[in-house]
């Protein structure tokens, strides 16, 4: 079956850490892949694009990758700080050139001071 | 500024009875779209319009139904049809395009009297 696979456990790490969160993906080529930062009570917020051709991009202290062979994309948030304490979802496009993005269940981060 | 406006945050519905959520955006987006989210799971799509006056089914349209009659306003009634009610409400937009971002806004969160 197709499937959009993000940790449903907790990650937790020490504050000036660096966060890797994984997001993996069976039976899809997608043409891009999105994350969004999710804090509790409120609506996701875009943070990064990677399209299928690129293998990593960068956004001040965070950075995508995206392995098309691998079927996964990896989040890093470097120097981690509490703030970043949020839930971050991945989402694709399923059919491969869509405007309409599937989501991941979501992997929640806790920075601990 | 520009943004998505959901209300209200809260909403209770009794049995039997349909209720409408609000969903305003003045970024100018051709396209919205109203998710569902349930605890522990990833955002899934009830309902998207491309154009004022055409809107399209997502994966969950049962018991709901909307409306597209001017661009920056996508309302969503949840129908007594629609036995399991309770969840986080998500309405989104983003310019018509593949890869393009979605602008969420804060929620509704309906529970059942």
């Known amino acids: 079956s197709q499937k959009i696979e993000q940790n449903s456990e907790a990650l937790n790490i020490q504050e000036g850490k660096t966060a890797t969160l994984t997001c993996n993906y069976t039976n899809y080529s997608p043409a891009y892949l999105q994350w969004y930062r999710q804090d509790p009570g409120r609506g996701p917020v875009f943070l990064l694009l990677?399209?299928?051709?690129?293998k990593e991009k960068r956004k001040e202290r965070l950075k995508v990758t995206f392995d098309t062979t691998l079927k996964q994309s990896l989040f890093h948030i470097t120097a981690s700080q509490p703030a970043d304490s949020a839930t971050y979802l991945c989402a694709l496009d399923v059919t491969g050139g869509s405007y309409i993005p599937t989501f991941g269940r979501g992997t929640s981060l806790i920075v601990h001071p | 500024d520009g943004g998505i406006t959901q209300s209200p945050k809260y909403l209770f519905r009794k049995e039997g009875q349909n209720v409408t959520l609000s969903c305003e955006q003045n970024?100018?987006?051709?396209?919205m779209y109203w998710y569902r989210q349930d605890p522990g799971q990833g955002l899934r799509l009830i309902y998207y319009?491309?154009?004022?006056?055409?809107?399209q089914k997502g994966d969950i349209a049962e018991g709901y139904s909307v409306s597209r009659e001017k661009k920056e306003s996508f309302p969503l009634t949840v129908t007594s049809a629609q036995k399991n009610p309770t969840a986080f409400y998500l309405c989104a937009s983003s310019i018509l395009g593949t890869d393009q971002p979605q602008h969420f806004g804060d929620g509704t969160r309906l529970s059942i009297l």
């Open positions: 319009s491309q154009i004022v006056n055409d809107f």
């Open positions: 970024l100018n987006h051709d396209a």
């Open positions: 990677i399209r299928e051709n690129e």
